[in-house]
C-alpha cells in the first residue's frame, strides 16, 4: 500500500520565519510534487521532481524553494513566510516519468501564517 | 479563463441518487482525464482515470469524456452517504505528468 506521509498535519508560523515541509513516501516513485491547496482556486503545483536532485517549476513557486537529496524525500521551504502563505500544502508521488496518472496524495499539512 | 471549470457546490442529494459531476476544459491537446475524491482532512485519491473520448464504469461509478465539447462528467449510481466528499477532475495533455485540477465539487449525500 503506497504511503505519502507529510511531518505535520497543523503548522502555525509568524512571519518572516523559514519554515520547512517534510514528505516522504515509501513505494521508490521518481515523481514527487507539492501543491497547495485554497478555496476557490483548488490545486496549484508549486514545484516538482522527476529524478533526485532535480526540480521544476509548477505554476505558482515565488516565494517556494525545495530540495530532493533523496528519492523518497521532498522538501517544501519557505523562506520567509508571509500571510499569504498560509494554506493546506500537499505533498503527492507518483512513479515513473510518463507512467500512471496516479498521483498519490499525502495528508496535507495546514499551514497558518501569523 | 481556468483551464479546467468546475463548479465548487455544494450538491446535496438524498441516498440512492443518481449523482452527476462535472467539468469543462479549455485545452484541446488535454488526452488524460482523472477524478480524484478528497474526504475532509485528508488527501485526494484517485477514483477514475480515462484516455481521450468515451466511457469507463467501476462500480457504481461511471466516467465519461466527451472531447468534441471539451466536457467530462463523473456519474455516481445508488449514491451513499459515504460518498460524500470533493470530487476533483484533473486532466493534462501528453509528456510529463503535470495535472491540472478542477476547483472540486463538494458532494453531500443524506441519508
Known amino acids: 500500500d503506497v504511503k505519502v506521509t507529510q511531518s505535520s498535519r497543523y503548522l502555525v508560523k509568524r512571519t518572516g520565519e523559514k519554515v520547512f515541509l517534510e514528505c516522504v513516501q515509501d513505494?521508490?516513485?521518481?515523481?514527487m510534487f507539492w501543491y497547495r491547496q485554497d478555496p476557490g482556486l483548488g490545486l496549484r503545483l508549486i514545484y516538482f521532481?522527476?529524478?533526485?536532485?532535480?526540480?521544476e517549476k509548477g505554476d505558482i513557486p515565488e516565494g517556494y524553494s525545495v530540495s530532493r537529496e533523496k528519492k523518497e524525500r521532498f522538501s517544501l521551504i519557505l523562506e520567509s513566510a508571509s500571510t499569504n502563505q498560509t494554506s493546506m500544502y500537499l505533498c503527492?508521488?507518483?512513479?515513473?516519468?510518463?507512467?500512471?496518472?496516479?498521483?498519490?496524495f499525502g495528508p496535507g499539512t495546514r499551514l497558518t501564517v501569523l | 479563463q481556468k483551464e479546467v471549470e468546475q463548479d465548487p457546490g455544494p450538491l446535496s442529494v438524498p441516498e440512492g441518487a443518481i449523482v452527476s459531476l462535472n467539468c469543462t476544459y479549455s485545452?484541446?491537446?488535454?488526452?488524460?482525464f482523472m477524478w480524484y475524491r478528497q474526504y475532509s482532512r485528508k488527501g485526494p485519491e484517485l477514483l477514475m482515470y480515462?484516455?481521450?473520448?468515451g466511457n469507463k464504469e467501476d462500480g457504481r461509478f461511471t466516467a465519461q469524456v466527451d472531447k468534441s465539447s471539451k466536457y467530462i462528467s463523473l456519474f455516481i449510481r445508488d449514491s451513499q452517504p459515504s460518498d460524500s466528499a470533493t470530487y476533483l477532475c484533473?486532466?493534462?495533455?501528453?509528456?510529463?505528468?503535470?495535472?491540472?485540477f478542477g476547483t472540486g465539487t463538494r458532494l453531500l449525500v443524506s441519508p
Open positions: 503527492a508521488s507518483s512513479p515513473q516519468r510518463g507512467g500512471s496518472d496516479t498521483q498519490y
Open positions: 513505494m521508490d516513485h521518481e515523481n
Open positions: 521532481s522527476y529524478d533526485v536532485k532535480m526540480k
Open positions: 485545452n484541446s491537446a488535454f488526452q488524460y
Open positions: 480515462t484516455y481521450s473520448s
Open positions: 484533473a486532466t493534462r495533455n501528453t509528456g510529463f505528468q503535470k495535472l491540472v
